[in-house]
């Protein structure tokens, strides 16, 4: 039987798949359900320095083939999430990435450091899909230069696995995903919602509180996709491919795009064990296909 | 809670585009408690991904039934679905209603499916007091003969007078406290409108008595993984913190919920406290 065990910047995983963050809340929420071990990893909701109430309701809204959020990243902060979730999560033999993000460059260096010394993580991923208060313009995701600065300044702080997930709304993906290589990064990750917005014509307002937010699932797979494939063009660290995947092909196209792990996002809303479901359906391609391991798919798109 | 292919048994319509749903799914049916509410998967609504909440009408004998009205795409995507046809469930989801106090006097308070999701906490009382049930015309006013046959003395009120007194729900409970005085205290289950919500939560915050109100907040997961569904709620320290409709709810005591627009206290950030009921 061909092999799914995948190795992400030191982070040894079980399959190629695991859940996305802000999809799977902390752990608990889905444990009932779904075998945690049996995840590639588990990607926990965005975390910062200091807890964070996150945006006014409504939160989400369902959209044609996908969904629009703007929860606006509440969360009760690093000593919160460390005391509250991560006993929790310490029990289960499967790789725990912490999504974390900042305001300012500052706190993207201080959670990365404050994360260094936490026993049980494996790695972080690094949300840059929010504004910079401090700048009062750009964001980090799409702004190449504060980009930079907010994962060298990462680098320095920390030894954990540093995973840079970038944002879809950018002019060129594989400077961006050059960039966070050449900052030292261990891999990238992408994509992250799309801005979108929807509007409720009876009462004219945004059906969100927020009035926009990001859009996800499978409305957005062929767009992430593309990104996929060149963002990984552009580098030699492993790329998590995601956005939209509901199936196994839909994972196996990111995998053949240059994805060597996926992530699973708004699939576990509507289908809980889809993360542990399309393992299962990456492993039987590969052997049909003969393959040894995910590594002989990855990147194997003929044009 | 569990997640299940179930079986549809039984599927009719009752009345005023009210249909009932009765799956085959012993599994959660036997863990279900009054208040709780099932996720459902529309099947094959390819466009329209989320699950859909619905309030658990009952659970019995391995079967679990719901009772809707069809609003939007997925609900009258469901009108088709006939006996047989499989459906995947998730639940039962959620905290519920509290079991009546001892020598109170239990009151529900509905409108509209909030009849269905009163049912099992009706059944599991072991005092049986008075159903106030609102809607606009008669038919919106269901499972009247279910309710009066498990004890409870149900009064009925429509907005055009087609069944009972003419008015809205809370005439009629204000209409009868003034001439009642039921033996123990009133304390309210109530599902409904959330204009029905607030209207009973101040009614019984001013009588000083409690009130045990049932949310239809938006959802998305239904498990608490999403944070989609939350309620500003008071704290013990008088300050406010999000709480998860689908997790630490639906059911809430008034005195906890913060209504939008409401002058707003001090929010204290811890957000995601599992919380049970006591
Ligand atoms: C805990 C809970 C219990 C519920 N129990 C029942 C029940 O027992 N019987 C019943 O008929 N309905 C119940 N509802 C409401 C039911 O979930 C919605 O009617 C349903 O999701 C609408 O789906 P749709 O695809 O038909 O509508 P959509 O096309 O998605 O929307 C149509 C309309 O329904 C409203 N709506 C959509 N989702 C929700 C939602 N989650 N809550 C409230 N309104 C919504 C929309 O705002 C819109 O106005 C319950 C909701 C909650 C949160
Ligand atoms: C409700 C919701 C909350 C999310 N929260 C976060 C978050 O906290 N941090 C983050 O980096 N991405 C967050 N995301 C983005 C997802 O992790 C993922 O990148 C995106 O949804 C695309 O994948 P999908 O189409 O499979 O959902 C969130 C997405 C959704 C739908
Ligand atoms: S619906 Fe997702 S947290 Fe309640």
């Not at chain 1, 995973?163 to 990238?188: H, M, Q, W, Y």
Request: proline content about 6%; some cysteine.
């Amino acid at each position: 039987m061909s092999d799914v065990s995948v190795n992400i910047g030191g982070i040894r995983m079980k399959t190629p798949v695991m859940v996305a963050s802000g999809t799977f809340g902390y752990g608990p929420e889905y444990a009932d359900l779904v075998d945690l071990s049996g995840l590639g990893a588990i990607v926990v909701k965005g975390i910062c320095v200091e807890p964070t109430l996150g945006n006014m309701t409504p939160r989400t809204a369902e959209t044609r083939s996908g969904m629009l959020n703007a929860i606006g990243l509440p969360n009760p902060g690093f000593e919160g999430f460390v005391e509250k979730h991560m006993p929790f999560l310490r029990q289960y033999d499967v790789p725990v990435i912490v999504n974390v993000w900042g305001r300012t460059l500052e706190e993207y260096a201080d959670i990365a450091e404050k994360f260094d010394s936490v026993d049980g993580v494996a790695g972080l991923e690094v949300n840059v899909s929010c504004p910079n208060i401090k700048e009062g313009s750009g964001l980090f995701g799409t702004d190449l230069n504060m980009f930079r600065q907010a994962i060298a300044g990462m680098r320095e702080r920390t030894r954990l696995p540093l995973i840079p997930k970038l944002a879809p709304n950018v002019s060129d993906i594989k400077s961006f995903a050059r960039t966070a290589e050449d900052c030292g990064a261990d891999a990238i990750s992408l994509i992250n919602s799309y801005p979108a917005m929807a509007i409720d014509i009876n009462t004219r307002r945004p059906k969100l509180a927020n009035v926009t937010g990001g859009l996800s699932g499978p409305a957005i797979h062929p767009i992430a996709v593309k990104l996929v494939w060149e963002a990984s063009s552009a580098v030699n660290i492993p790329v998590i491919g995601m956005g939209g995947i509901m199936t196994w092909e839909d994972a196996v196209e990111f995998i053949i795009a240059g994805a060597t792990a996926v992530a699973v996002g708004t699939a576990n809303f509507v289908n809980p064990l889809t993360a542990i479901e399309v393992a299962g359906g990456i492993r039987e391609f590969l052997d049909r296909n003969g393959m040894a391991s995910v590594s002989e798919l990855t990147g194997t798109l003929e044009t | 809670m569990n997640l299940r292919d179930v079986t549809v048994i039984e599927h009719v319509e009752v009345q005023g585009g009210y249909r009932l749903l009765v799956m085959d799914a012993p599994d959660i049916a036997a863990q279900v408690q009054p208040g709780q509410f099932i996720h459902l998967q529309i099947p094959d609504l390819r466009d329209a991904l989320l699950r859909r909440p619905f309030s658990i009408y009952n659970a019995e004998n391995n079967r679990l039934s719901v009772l809707y009205k069809g609003v939007g795409v997925g609900t009258r995507w469901m009108a088709d679905l006939k006996p047989g046809d499989p459906l995947s469930v998730m639940g039962p989801l959620g905290h519920g209603f509290p079991i009546a106090e001892a020598g109170g006097y239990p009151v529900l308070v509905a409108g509209g499916y909030g009849m269905a999701a009163l049912y099992i906490a009706a059944r599991e009382s072991r005092q049986k007091g008075t159903a106030f049930f609102g809607g606009a015309s008669a038919g919106d006013i269901l499972c009247v003969p279910e309710f009066e046959a498990l004890g409870w003395e149900v009064r009925v009120t429509t907005e055009d007078g087609s069944l009972g007194m003419k008015g809205i729900v809370t005439d009629a409970m204000d209409e009868w406290l003034a001439q009642n005085r039921p033996e123990g205290e009133p304390e309210y289950f109530v599902c409904g409108p959330s204009g029905m919500l607030k209207a009973v939560g101040e009614r019984a915050m001013k009588a000083g008595t409690k009130a045990w109100i049932s949310l239809d907040n938006n959802m998305c997961c239904g498990v608490g993984a999403c944070l989609t569904c939350v309620q500003k709620i008071r704290t013990a320290d008088g300050a406010w913190e999000w709480q998860r409709a689908c997790r630490e709810g639906p059911v809430f005591e008034c005195r906890e919920v913060i209504w939008d627009g409401e002058e707003s206290v001090e929010h204290r950030t811890s957000n995601i406290e599992h919380r049970t009921k006591s």
